[in-house]
């Protein structure tokens, strides 16, 4: 399993790991969208997706401040941000091409008045990444960030104001029976798929886990594989958990390989971390038992100095088919692996390609053998 990102700015990163075309209704401006009657779905077109690209609407798209006033000025009043890194998602349509974006209220510099803000061509599969269009916002950009009230924000710009607010899960706890004898609770995850998890650190072992949270309603389908009633996949979003032998719980074990190629909303939970919810030194504490080599290195987010990069937790596999998956239940039900061994079965090792349970501890270093030896009388 990796541990870092790659060191570009941590912003810019994240940035582009998002790709609106899938947009979740509620995450983010969608234009063309049909409005729903209280209580009913959004209702999307084919046409309206087809005369948005054929309309070719000119933007002001190299200049960010215009750009910014452009997306403020199509927001209502109030917005909701879900997910747990604090991103509100958009997309809007550009010369016939889908760009997407987001405004970002990072809990390291929002209370010092900053505000990210990026926009970039909609990433594919089948081209490169086009550059990304990023800027820091604050006063002295004539942008004016207030904090209102806990988890609550306006953002002002010219005559336009947008108030933000944070999701607030601060009261969101795992049931006792949902943690291990050797878990620590880190706090919860609200991913931009919808998704909520408990995000669990296993002292013992030393290794994460994400944890369906099952205490509301989740917003998917999940469907058994065929040959197996413990690995269970998301209709929706693809994500794949295995239903634990020991605990009455789900973990995470696999994300669509395909999504995660194009950083679309079903990504993964790896980029959607409990920031606002993270108590004292508990995550920065887990990460140094995982990696000490990193005493000193990073802050109580896993944050290097600077920002450039952020210490990964993506315990879960890339699939591309059912198979990858049933290495999973092969290692949970193999008798050679040791019951004290069972958890480490969730966690998929990128360089070995194997369930970290499985790969043979290591060899014990030689010593050079004597030509001789003396025997004690």
């Given amino acids: 399993m990796s541990c870092h990102r790659a060191s570009l700015p941590q912003w810019l990163v994240r940035a582009a790991m998002i790709m609106a075309a899938t947009a979740t209704a509620g995450l983010g401006v969608t234009l063309g969208v049909t409005t729903a009657r209280a209580g009913t779905p959004q209702f999307y077109t084919n046409q309206s997706s087809v005369e948005d690209a054929v309309a070719a609407p000119s933007l002001p798209i190299t200049n960010p401040m215009a ?21 509100y998602y958009f997309s809007f349509t550009h ?16 209370d010092q008045g900053k505000v990210n803000f ?8 089948w081209k490169d990444q086009d550059p990304i269009s990023y800027i820091l916002l604050d006063q002295r950009n004539g942008v004016k960030v207030e904090k209102l009230e806990p988890l609550v924000y306006r953002i002002s710009y010219g005559t336009r104001s947008v108030i933000f607010e944070l999701n607030d899960l601060s009261k969101v706890k795992p049931p006792p029976s949902v943690l291990g004898a050797d878990e620590s609770y880190i706090g919860p995850v609200f991913d931009e798929s919808a998704m909520r998890f408990f995000l669990i650190f296993n002292r013992k072992l030393k290794l994460f886990h994400y944890v369906l949270d099952e205490t509301i309603a989740i917003a998917d389908q999940l469907i058994p594989i065929p040959g197996s009633e413990r690995i269970l996949i998301g209709k929706r979003t693809g994500f794949a958990y295995y239903r634990d032998d020991k605990i009455e719980r789900k973990i995470l074990i696999g994300v669509f390989e395909g999504n995660s190629r194009v950083n679309n909303y079903y990504d993964g939970p790896f980029d959607q971390l409990p920031d606002n919810f993270i108590e004292g030194e508990t995550l920065r504490e887990a990460i140094l038992a995982v990696d000490p080599s990193l005493t000193g290195k990073i802050d109580r987010y896993g944050i290097s100095p600077g920002g450039q990069d952020r210490y990964l937790i993506a315990p879960y596999r890339h699939y591309r088919s059912d198979d990858d998956l049933v290495a999973f239940e092969r290692c949970a039900t193999n008798k050679r692996v040791p019951a004290a061994r069972y958890y480490e079965c969730f966690i998929y090792d990128e360089d070995s390609g194997m369930q970290r349970a499985e790969i043979p501890p290591p060899k014990p270093k030689s010593r050079p053998r004597p030509k001789t030896s003396h025997k004690h009388l």
């Fill in 67 to 87: 750009m910014f006033s452009y997306v403020l000025g199509n927001l209502p009043e109030r917005v909701k941000v879900y997910p747990t890194e604090n991103y």
């Fill in 95 to 110: 010369d016939h091409v889908r760009y997407a974006g987001n405004i970002r209220l990072d809990v390291v510099d929002r």
């Fill in 118 to 125: 990026a926009y970039y061509v909609d990433l594919a599969e």
